[in-house]
């Protein structure tokens, strides 16, 4: 009897967001867009005062970063809940937490990957110096999963619900706190020359946390979302 | 063999169906039928899984399906009534990541060919899928029985928006899956033209 690998399924499952992705460029493109539009309308705003920019750069882009991944958890699961698929998903002969890591890595890929690829850049308009700008990436390459991880709890859990997207925030916006804090922080500490490894290292820890919980406890949501 | 034993089912405060026992044998086609509200789709989600009964239990070869989990889901097919394909996609894509997602790497020809085979020719293969009708979206959806090779077909109201030439494609292709050993339980408001020998009616009332 056919069954795909885990390895398969998993594959199927990225493939086919991915996929998706290509198809709705301008989806993808304006998470980007808003990263990039709102990093770079705050130089403007606060004025060029190289310290002021320097202070406030790791807050700016780290809410930047937040509030782009808030932004595209509508989509996650509406859609395939919406036409089918999601139900076709829970009937993959695999361990849907399993499943829902696939989906949430397009998630991050889409939508927290460009940002991370883009920070340096972003960066280097609020003065950041070359070893800031490094624990900003690295920040952000550890942090943007961990939102999309946590956020995909929040978007199963309203599931199908009116009004789903306010939900959304309020549920996972206190959950993103630590990360927002530890991300900023790791930035912040450098810019003062105090080491940032102690929040590279939360942040490290809330990812690891984030990837053993948050798949189960979104297959859980899911399930029930479709009972 | 596949049985259902005193299964009851309900949504919110009201009782769907209660205390139903049949038994769908290797070869022979369950059709629940019933007036629209009275859990034919609640009554096949429970068949997949993907609901959870009241009470009573479900049986695959003997074993309840929740002790069985993915190894229960690996026999079966679910078409719903939602199609399960994704728009933006061209038929054969949503045919090649659902194989894949069944366990079934199908070649493209294999895909191209159970397309076919519901009716839809080359020409739509390329379309996205949003450009096409109900009934061909139905199509690309029903296609997957062509792919698969489960033994356990789950199916609701699949003869929904197909015209009449579709319509025979599906019952020819049924009639084939069960004279293999197949079982299938479908939800319908139609008659289906099989040999009564291996049909038998489950009626559900409001």
């Given at each position: 009897?056919?069954?795909?690998?885990?390895?398969?399924?998993?594959?199927?499952?990225?493939?086919?967001?991915?996929?998706?992705?290509?198809?709705?460029?301008?989806?993808?493109a304006?998470?980007?867009?808003?990263?990039?539009?709102?990093?770079?309308?705050?130089?403007?705003?606060?004025?060029?005062e190289?310290?002021v920019?320097?202070?406030?750069?790791?807050?700016?882009l780290?809410?930047?970063?937040?509030?782009?991944?808030?932004?595209?958890?509508?989509?996650?699961?509406?859609?395939?809940?919406?036409?089918?698929?999601?139900?076709?998903?829970?009937?993959?002969?695999?361990?849907?937490?399993?499943?829902?890591?696939?989906?949430?890595?397009?998630?991050?890929?889409?939508?927290?990957?460009?940002?991370?690829l883009?920070?340096?850049?972003?960066?280097?308009?609020?003065?950041?110096?070359?070893?800031?700008?490094g624990?900003?990436?690295?920040?952000?390459?550890?942090?943007?999963?961990?939102?999309?991880?946590?956020?995909?709890?929040?978007a199963?859990?309203?599931?199908?619900?009116?009004?789903?997207?306010?939900?959304?925030?309020l549920?996972?916006?206190?959950?993103?706190?630590?990360?927002?804090?530890?991300?900023?922080?790791?930035?912040?500490?450098s810019?003062?020359g105090?080491?940032?490894e102690?929040?590279?290292?939360?942040?490290?820890?809330?990812?690891?946390?984030?990837?053993?919980?948050?798949?189960?406890?979104?297959?859980v949501?899911?399930?029930?979302?479709?009972? | 063999?596949?049985q259902?034993?005193a299964?009851?089912?309900?949504?919110?405060?009201?009782?769907?169906?209660?205390?139903?026992?049949?038994?769908?044998?290797?070869?022979?086609?369950?059709?629940?039928?019933?007036?629209?509200?009275?859990?034919?789709?609640?009554f096949l989600?429970m068949l997949?899984?993907?609901?959870?009964?009241?009470?009573?239990?479900?049986?695959w070869q003997?074993?309840?399906?929740?002790?069985?989990?993915?190894?229960?889901?690996?026999?079966?097919?679910?078409?719903?009534?939602?199609?399960?394909?994704?728009d933006?996609?061209?038929?054969?894509?949503?045919?090649t990541?659902?194989?894949?997602?069944?366990?079934?790497?199908?070649?493209?020809?294999?895909?191209?060919?159970?397309?076919?085979?519901?009716?839809?020719?080359?020409?739509v293969?390329?379309?996205p899928?949003?450009?096409?009708?109900q009934?061909?979206?139905?199509?690309?959806?029903?296609?997957?029985?062509?792919?698969?090779?489960?033994?356990?077909?789950?199916?609701d109201?699949?003869?929904?928006?197909?015209?009449?030439?579709?319509?025979?494609?599906?019952?020819?292709h049924?009639?084939?899956?069960?004279?293999?050993?197949?079982?299938?339980?479908?939800?319908?408001?139609?008659?289906?033209?099989?040999?009564?020998?291996?049909?038998?009616?489950?009626?559900?009332?409001?």
């Amino acid at each position: 009897m056919s069954q795909p690998s885990l390895s398969e399924a998993l594959r199927g499952v990225v493939r086919r967001d991915l996929l998706l992705a290509m198809r709705h460029r301008s989806d993808v493109a304006m998470s980007v867009f808003f990263v990039v539009i709102v990093a770079s309308l705050f130089p403007l705003g606060v004025g060029p005062e190289p310290a002021v920019l320097r202070m406030i750069a790791s807050g700016v882009l780290w809410v930047t970063a937040l509030l782009a991944c808030l932004l595209s958890l509508g989509r996650l699961f509406t859609a395939d809940y919406l036409d089918g698929v999601l139900e076709q998903t829970l009937l993959i002969p695999q361990p849907l937490a399993v499943l829902v890591v696939g989906k949430v890595f397009s998630h991050w890929v889409i939508s927290g990957l460009p940002v991370v690829l883009l920070s340096p850049l972003l960066g280097l308009q609020f003065g950041l110096s070359g070893e800031s700008l490094g624990v900003l990436t690295l920040s952000l390459l550890l942090g943007t999963p961990t939102l999309s991880m946590i956020g995909a709890i929040g978007a199963a859990l309203t599931l199908g619900l009116r009004g789903s997207g306010l939900l959304v925030a309020l549920l996972v916006l206190p959950l993103f706190i630590p990360v927002l804090i530890f991300g900023a922080g790791a930035v912040t500490n450098s810019l003062a020359g105090i080491g940032s490894e102690a929040n590279l290292s939360l942040l490290g820890a809330c990812f690891l946390f984030s990837f053993a919980f948050a798949p189960w406890a979104t297959a859980v949501a899911l399930r029930i979302a479709l009972e | 063999m596949f049985q259902t034993v005193a299964l009851s089912g309900s949504r919110g405060e009201r009782l769907l169906f209660s205390d139903i026992s049949v038994t769908v044998k290797p070869g022979s086609l369950l059709a629940v039928v019933g007036e629209n509200g009275s859990g034919k789709t609640s009554f096949l989600r429970m068949l997949c899984g993907l609901l959870s009964p009241d009470k009573g239990t479900i049986l695959w070869q003997g074993k309840d399906i929740r002790q069985l989990k993915e190894l229960y889901s690996a026999q079966l097919t679910y078409i719903g009534h939602l199609n399960g394909i994704k728009d933006e996609l061209t038929p054969v894509e949503n045919l090649t990541v659902s194989a894949c997602l069944a366990g079934d790497e199908s070649a493209r020809e294999v895909v191209q060919k159970a397309l076919e085979a519901v009716g839809l020719g080359r020409p739509v293969h390329r379309l996205p899928t949003r450009v096409l009708s109900q009934g061909q979206k139905r199509r690309v959806a029903l296609a997957r029985l062509w792919l698969s090779t489960r033994p356990l077909w789950l199916l609701d109201e699949p003869f929904a928006s197909l015209d009449v030439t579709a319509t025979s494609y599906l019952t020819r292709h049924l009639q084939s899956h069960l004279s293999h050993g197949g079982m299938v339980v479908v939800a319908t408001h139609q008659e289906i033209d099989l040999p009564s020998d291996c049909v038998q009616h489950l009626r559900l009332t409001r």
